[in-house]
C-alpha cells in the first residue's frame, strides 16, 4: 500500500484539487483508492458529491472511536475504485487522546 500525504497549513494552495485529480487519476488507472478528507471545511467530501445523512459516520466518528473504518468509507458514484472518508464541520471539534 502506498500513501500519499497533500497537506498545508495555508489556504488556497490546491491541496483539495490536487488530491481530487490524483485520486481520479489512480483509481482510473485500476488502483484501488481512498482518499480521507480530513478538513472541517469538508470541500473534498462535497466535490464528491457525497450528501451525507446526519447518522451516517465520518472521519470524526471514526478518530472518536465510535466506529471502525469500514463503516466511514464511502464509494465514489461511478468509479469503483475510488472511496472516500468524508469530513463535516463538526471536525475541528475532535480532541484526541493517546
Known amino acids: 500500500m502506498l500513501t500519499i500525504a497533500i497537506a498545508s497549513l495555508s489556504g488556497g494552495q490546491g491541496k483539495t484539487t490536487a488530491s481530487l485529480m490524483l485520486g481520479r487519476l489512480l483509481s482510473r488507472q485500476g488502483y484501488p483508492t481512498l482518499l480521507v478528507d480530513a478538513d472541517p471545511q469538508h470541500n473534498l467530501t462535497t466535490y464528491m458529491d457525497l450528501e451525507l445523512q446526519a ?9 472518536k472511536k465510535t466506529v471502525l473504518a469500514e463503516d466511514s468509507i ?25
Open 74 to 98: 464511502y464509494p465514489s458514484e461511478g468509479n469503483d475504485n475510488l472511496f472516500l472518508i468524508p469530513a463535516d464541520d463538526q471536525l475541528d471539534t475532535v480532541r484526541l487522546s493517546f
Open 55 to 63: 447518522n451516517q459516520p465520518t472521519l470524526l466518528e471514526f478518530l
